[in-house]
């Protein structure tokens, strides 16, 4: 038994072709607010960029004089984004997808993720196909009084998880991958919900925004508040501006502006 550690990467991000966007925003007179981003001494954030573009494109808000009907454009990018979240205009914040790896957490963890498919993608490694041969685990802090007895537990149901495929063969030669597979996914019905797995997630803003809060409350699942907690900082950092409006309290994350 390997004792584990929940581990999150951010893999990939929005890229805007500024060049594209900016050949658009000449038919429309709305090149001079492109320029102005990217005169930014930060430079520009795809993510942030895109979802401004969005939202401006509903209203032709690139600046003044393009939308008789819009008397004030908001140059700072701060304030625009605080006036879409007042607002709860949040179909903007969709357009931005942001990918996470996310491994060393429980099947527990996974099966509570997916419930979130609205404005998500999720690839996990399937017990199907790959074939277990050690039961990493991760020993929840509440359950820390009975290690002794959860160790013992995980390292029967793993040496039988190796006596077992001993037992069909699985390496010896000539067995089909369809013999393999069929065995394969019959011996996962006897490892643990809480044995350690990895997930591929993508997300756009909308929903890391209401996942970040729903897990990160206080009467959350204790594994997914210390996930979430993460990606949260890793979001506060990469597009600051669209997640500074949350105050971490006692590890939960709370905003004003909670239905977007």
């Known amino acids: 038994m390997k004792e584990t550690t929940p581990q999150i990467e951010l893999i990939a991000r929005p890229s805007v072709d500024l060049d594209a966007l900016e050949r658009y925003l000449k038919t429309v007179g709305g090149d001079s607010w492109l320029q102005m981003r990217r005169e930014q001494d930060e430079g520009v954030n795809d993510g942030q960029l895109l979802v401004e573009a969005a939202g401006r494109a509903c209203y032709r808000s690139w600046t003044e004089g393009l939308n008789p009907n819009v008397t004030k454009v908001r140059r700072d990018q701060k304030d625009y984004f605080l006036n879409i979240l007042r607002s709860g205009h949040g179909s903007v914040l969709e357009h931005a997808n942001y990918s996470f790896i996310i491994w060393d957490v429980s099947r527990v963890f996974t099966h509570e993720l997916v419930r979130h498919r609205a404005g998500s993608a999720f690839s996990q490694e399937s017990l199907r196909f790959v074939r277990i041969k050690d039961l990493p685990f991760r020993i929840p802090e509440s359950l820390e009084p009975l290690r002794t007895n959860i160790v013992s537990i995980l390292e029967t149901l793993e040496e039988f998880q190796i006596s077992a495929a001993e037992h069909f063969g699985l390496d010896e030669g000539g067995v089909n991958f369809h013999t393999k597979k069929e065995i394969t996914s019959a011996l996962r019905r006897l490892a643990p919900e809480g044995m350690s797995t990895m997930i591929i997630w993508t997300a756009n803003?909308?929903?890391?925004?209401?996942?970040?809060?729903?897990?990160?409350?206080?009467?959350?699942?204790?594994?997914?508040?210390?996930?979430?907690?993460?990606?949260?900082?890793?979001?506060?950092?990469?597009a600051a501006l669209?997640?500074?409006?949350?105050?971490?309290?006692d590890g939960a994350w709370v905003t004003d502006?909670?239905?977007v």
């Open 205 to 238: 803003i909308r929903t890391l925004r209401h996942v970040i809060q729903a897990r990160t409350d206080r009467g959350a699942e204790e594994e997914l508040r210390i996930v979430f907690n993460k990606i949260g900082e890793i979001m506060r950092q990469e």
């Open 257 to 259: 502006y909670r239905k």
């Open 242 to 249: 669209l997640f500074g409006d949350y105050v971490v309290e």
